[in-house]
């Protein structure tokens, strides 16, 4: 089944994380022309335009270390609702972000909709974090341990029952910063991680490969969540979290095109884009790169 229409929708957030800017991003992908890139590829596309979101008044509700919580939670809300309805409607959910936070929200969206979800999580980090391992307080650094249920509990309840994503049908890209409490998790539940390691030793082709094998056989739809700081940040300046050593535009864009091929896709989100820490828009001209892969495009 290939995709046949393309709801775009964008959640300018940046409370889940300490750098303002990153709310920016949806508005920095559309400048970088992803509706008339989309256009051409002969799917129908909408554009649901961005979700209202409410201003912070103070950074920490009392009783919590997380901070903006009841505000990331309300979008997160509202996001899960419309990502929902758009599946519901037939079409494919493409989300920008917005901090990576943002994950908790289409997830609880997409979880309705199947039995077995699988998540490529393409990250610099793995964001599986809780308030009890968090370095940080910050949400971004959270949603796919909120996904699986693990977390404060306005979070985890969003948008249905949990856990909204089974551990051994997630499988991480790019990693190259994990806490402590992160790196114990991934053992604990027996997560697939391909470390930046194992993408040098052998290859974005057979990490893929396998990546694809691994969640055709044991899923009913994947779910693509892209943080931009996966991608190095020579290639990717404009992301809060930046880490040496990343995946390159090459091997992304080989990667976007592989599960293009695969056909595996359900939904997906683009995320951490913030063009005030970029360079010249560089960040969302990348992503917009790569989803016109994930999508199909070819040169020739
Ligand atoms: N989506 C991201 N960029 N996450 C970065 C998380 C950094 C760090 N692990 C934290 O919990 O704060
Ligand atoms: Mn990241
Ligand atoms: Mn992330």
Not at 59 to 84: F, I, W, Y
Request: charged share 25%; aromatic share 4%; proline share 5%.
């Amino acid at each position: 089944m290939s995709i046949q229409k393309i709801s775009v929708i964008g959640l300018p957030m940046d409370l889940g994380q300490a750098r303002r800017g990153v709310d920016m991003g949806p508005s920095a992908i559309r400048c970088a022309g992803i509706i008339e890139r989309l256009e051409h590829l002969n799917i129908e596309v909408e554009d649901l335009g961005d979700i209202t979101v409410g201003r912070p008044e103070n950074a920490n509700d009392p009783g919590t270390n997380l901070k903006n919580l009841s505000l990331v939670a309300a979008s997160n809300s509202e996001l899960a609702a419309r990502v929902d309805e758009i599946i519901e409607s037939g079409s494919f959910p493409l989300v920008l972000g917005g901090d990576h936070s943002i994950a908790i929200g289409t997830l609880a969206g997409v979880a309705k909709h199947h039995d077995n979800v699988g998540v490529i999580w393409y990250d610099a980090h793995g964001d599986l974090n809780t308030e009890d391992t968090s370095p940080s307080g910050n949400i971004h650094g959270m949603p796919l341990a909120v996904s699986m249920g693990l977390g404060h509990p306005d979070l985890i309840h969003i948008h249905g029952s949990f856990p909204k994503v089974k551990p051994e049908n997630i499988v991480i890209i790019g990693a190259r910063s994990l806490d402590e409490g992160e790196k114990e998790l991934i053992r604990d539940k027996g997560i697939k991680v391909y470390t930046m390691h194992e993408i040098d030793r052998i290859g974005m082709t057979r990490v893929m490969e396998e990546c694809i094998e691994y969640l055709r056989e044991r899923t009913d739809g994947v779910h693509l969540s892209l943080d931009l700081d996966g991608v190095d940040p020579a290639d990717a300046p404009g992301v809060g979290t930046p880490v040496i050593g990343g995946i390159s535009y090459r091997e992304s864009h080989l990667a976007m095109e592989m599960l293009a091929e695969a056909d595996l896709i359900t939904s997906a989100e683009f995320v951490e884009v913030n063009p005030i820490l970029d360079e010249r828009n560089k960040t969302a001209i990348v992503a917009v790169a790569l989803m016109g892969s994930l999508f199909g495009e070819k040169l020739l």
